[in-house]
């Protein structure tokens, strides 16, 4: 499985990105891909989930500090995976990465055995 993320860039605080990660190799709607996850890490910190999805698209998962600001969507015919990010602020900036995981497991949580390159995202004030 190969995982090539875009979309990030410049852009002043309460403005709005949206990421792509293309998915290559699989089909999005095959069954040991279980979760399509967004991770970000900022300089000097852990790298952190942000949002998932699960394979059937029906159950997410958007950490508290970004909750109604981002939005984690899929579409199987494009087999892309998107974070809508809005109102962004200085402390979104990081470097954003998608992962694949394909065990049902802990859910969202646990190993994600697929990572894309990552895509910056610096956010101004």
């Known amino acids: 499985v190969q995982l090539q993320a875009s979309g990030g860039g410049l852009v002043q605080a309460g403005g709005s990105l949206r990421l792509s990660c293309a998915v290559s190799g699989r089909t999005l709607s095959d069954y040991d891909l279980y979760v399509m996850g967004w991770f970000r890490q900022a300089p000097g910190k852990e790298r952190e989930l942000v949002s998932a999805?699960?394979?059937?698209?029906?159950?997410?998962y958007t950490r508290d500090s970004v909750k109604g600001r981002f939005a984690i969507s899929r579409d199987n015919a494009k087999n892309t995976v998107y974070l809508q990010m809005n109102r962004l602020k200085p402390e979104d900036t990081a470097v954003y990465y998608c992962?694949?995981?394909?065990?049902?497991?802990?859910?969202?949580?646990?190993?994600?055995?697929?990572w894309g390159q990552g895509t910056l995202v610096t956010v101004s004030s």
């Open positions: 999805i699960i394979r059937d698209g029906g159950s997410t």
């Open positions: 992962a694949a995981k394909l065990s049902s497991a802990g859910v969202f949580y646990g190993n994600y055995e697929y």
